[in-house]
């Protein structure tokens, strides 16, 4: 639902119940979690570099009671920026929507500023962490004349997609995301590791977990397969044409 403010809570009722291993994903959780327990394993899937998260010591020795999969979908927005300028080539602002509850929030709009600021485009950070939220932004994008979104990593936005992609579409303002649920729910356009993928090998992990093996032996999995997937349903209702460019190196194109 969005309200970071009670994972504490959640992490110690799990505690109180004596549970052999905790499985949180994405960043928030898996900070909350490991936080709450030096003792009981923690598996954790994350969108940030859980070295700099402070969750293991590294990524091939964990050191700790804590590993899992890092999907690096917070480190993809330059790369998504870079997408989003292909729909838009004369866009000279761009929105960068973050929940500002989320602790990946502040690196990712310092990185998504450098990284515009490099190709002469100018970033607006709009900040939502409720429902509500999301439509003051987009309404603030109309107000402030901003030609295209990138919509940051973010567990409560992905709970929202359908919400985005509505009022997207509403607005007529392209918008790319970080997983492939987005599009499928109306949005534009994705790049991002399949959230499928992560929470398989989650299982392997736990799995052997469960069977005795220890957090701090098994190195951190990090994604390697990215996804671009387009809409383009979505881009004929928005007015856009998609460049043959992008459609050639689009993994997946939903008509």
Known sequence: EGYYGRLPGMAAE???????????SPTPPALVAKA??????????????????????????????????????????????????????AAARIGLLVNPDNANSEALTREMEVAASAIGVQIEVIRANDSSGID??????????????????????????LQFATQ???????????????????GL???????????????????RILKGAKPADLPVVQSTRFDLVINLITAKALGLTVPDTLLARADEVIE
């Not at 799990?14 to 949180?24: C, G, N, S, T, W």
Request: no cysteine.
């Open 14 to 24: 799990l505690l109180r119940r004596d549970v052999a291993l905790i499985v949180a």
């Open 36 to 89: 709450a327990t030096t003792t009981v394993p923690v598996l954790f899937g994350v969108t940030d570099d859980p070295v700099k998260l402070g969750l293991v010591a590294s990524l091939a020795r964990p050191d700790a009671n804590a590993t899992g999969v890092y999907f690096f979908l917070s480190d993809l927005a330059v790369k998504q920026l870079g997408l989003l300028r292909e729909f838009a080539p």
């Open 136 to 161: 003051a932004a987009f309404a603030t994008l109309v107000r402030n004349k901003i030609s295209a979104v990138v919509v940051g990593a973010d567990a409560f936005f992905f709970s929202r997609r």
């Open 168 to 186: 997207a579409t509403r607005h007529a303002i392209p918008a790319v995301y970080t997983v492939r649920e987005f599009p499928e729910a109306g």
């Open 189 to 207: 356009m994705s790049y991002g590791t399949s959230l499928i993928e992560v929470f398989r090998q989650l299982g392997v992990y736990a799995g």
